[in-house]
């Protein structure tokens, strides 16, 4: 199936898909937004049951709509997150299509053209908007095939109850680990392990202090001016209420990283051992960028380089939402509204001299 050419496709429907869209139709482009997914809210209707945003409902909002407050939660659980950006979706009639998975996008003359598992889309302008949930990164660590428990990722843990009375070994020492070692201290026989000694953030620093912070960086690297290191020199982990909790109970205690995995558990390198029913990999992400493979653009890391969001190698596309390498802090909810305005005026630029 093919249909009529447009001025945009945007490929991915979750929050950065959703900012764009906003500011494509303030620029009044003509645009359709495609999602794999079956129904509104990208990634935050696929984590752990326990998550809770970084920040008050206020300062998590995308651009347009102030997200409302949760009753009785000072920060908004996923399932609120969810609601919220099914609304926005609607209270803007965004032109998504779902479920639409792209499987390419290719050069096609003076066009981009989007394949995809329900037809065929030509644009003149494309905005990679599909985030990194969809990619998780597990580290190559010998003995895995060995291991006889349960090993899964970030993106396949639900609940404490699925765990509960067993030994389970979390690995990862950002936000995800940590979070989800604090779900899980007081029902399992817990063993947390880190590359290095956790940092945490101060109490009374959350999402609003980071954006702050990482915009603060960005501004001083485009300025020439020295890098301070932005949230990294703070610490990794920010101590929203469960986390601060368990870490003041003195029940997230770490080991350093393991060497090897065994037939029962884990092993460091002078011999310790700790027993495991399940470990699991709080070990974080990649950009899912596979559907941009044809346009062979990828530079180290697996970065696609870029000039703000549009890419070096090929100016009809952009990319939103990946980290701060495409804006920054533009994979949350606050930080991705100014690149997407960004990106919407360029585009918008951009075609306007194409039609001269």
């Keep these: 199936m093919s249909v009529p050419d447009t001025q945009v496709v945007v490929v991915g429907g979750g929050q950065a898909g959703l900012a764009a869209g906003y500011y494509l139709r303030r620029q009044g482009l003509d645009f359709v937004m495609l999602d794999a997914g079956s129904a509104p809210g990208g990634a935050w209707q696929h ?66 053209r989007v394949e995809t598992d329900s037809g065929t889309w030509r644009a003149q302008v494309v905005i990679s908007a599909t985030g990194t949930w969809w990619r998780p990164f597990l580290p190559a660590v010998p003995g895995q095939a060995a291991f006889g428990g349960r090993q899964l990722h970030t993106v396949e843990y639900r609940s404490p109850r699925d765990f ?30 880190t590359q290095r000694p956790p940092r945490f953030l101060a109490d009374d620093v959350d999402g609003r202090v980071l954006f702050d912070v990482a915009t603060a960086r960005r501004r001083a690297l485009d300025e020439g001016r020295t890098d301070a290191g932005g949230v990294a020199s703070l610490g990794d982990i920010v101590a929203v209420p469960p986390v601060r909790e368990a870490r003041d109970r003195g029940l997230l205690k770490t080991s350093p990283m393991f060497s090897r995995l065994h ?91 194409e039609a001269t």
Aim: charged share 20%.
């Design 47 to 112: 984590t752990w049951d326990s998550l809770h945003l970084f920040s008050p409902a206020a300062y998590s909002s995308l651009p347009g709509r102030l997200m409302p407050p949760q009753e009785g939660e000072e920060y908004p659980d996923a399932g609120h997150v969810v609601s919220y950006l099914r609304d926005y979706e609607k209270r803007y009639e965004l032109p998504v299509q779902r479920p639409v998975r792209v499987t390419g996008v290719h050069r096609d003359g003076e066009l981009l």
């Design 164 to 193: 509960a009375g067993q030994r389970v070994t979390v690995v990862g020492g950002g936000n995800s680990g940590a979070q989800i070692a604090a779900d899980l201290a007081y029902d399992t026989d817990l063993t947390w392990v």
């Design 263 to 353: 037939t029962g558990g884990v092993e460091w390198a002078d011999g310790t051992r700790a027993e495991a029913d399940a470990v699991i990999w709080c070990t974080g992400f990649r950009p899912a960028l596979s559907h941009l493979a044809p346009l062979g653009l990828r530079g180290p890391r697996g970065h696609i380089p870029t000039a703000g969001t549009r890419a070096v190698g090929e100016p009809r596309l952009h990319l939103l939402g990946y980290g701060d390498w495409t804006g920054p802090a533009s994979a949350t909810l606050i930080g991705v509204g100014r690149p997407a305005r960004d990106a919407a005026r360029e585009i918008s630029a951009f075609l306007a001299a």
